[in-house]
Nanobody, 123 residues
């Protein structure tokens, strides 16, 4: 089992940057593929990015490709989401999630979730 806690959210102007961090408690962090999802008010949860257990494979949602970068540090039990060139439509609660095996893009394939961190992008 792994417990996840996100941090780094906040208010940023359009065009700005934020870096989200997700800290994982547990000794098996490196055995999990990790993902970031987001949910805006009144909308379904959306896949943002995912990274493999070793960090060598990544995948991004179309709406963030080229602007966001996911990375992980297995020695520190952390996964990060660097968000650049942010847009007002990036406003949402961002969640990190842990799942077994390979990179996954569907939320139901993830077993563990954090509580989320709010990101607000002003125009």
């Amino acid at each position: 089992q792994v417990q996840l806690v996100e941090s780094g959210g906040g208010l940023v102007q359009a065009g700005g940057s934020l870096r989200l961090s997700c800290a994982a408690a547990g000794r098996t962090f490196s055995t999990y593929a990790m993902g970031w999802f987001r949910q805006a008010p009144g909308k379904e949860r959306e896949f943002v990015a995912a990274i493999s257990r070793s960090g060598t494979s990544t995948h991004y949602g179309d709406s963030v490709k080229g602007r966001f970068t996911i990375s992980r540090d297995n020695a520190k039990n952390r996964v990060y989401l660097q968000m650049n060139s942010q847009k007002p439509e990036d406003t949402a609660v961002y969640y990190c999630a842990a799942g077994p095996g390979i990179v996954r893009v569907l939320d139901h394939e993830y077993s563990y979730w954090g509580q989320g961190t709010q990101v607000t992008v002003s125009s």
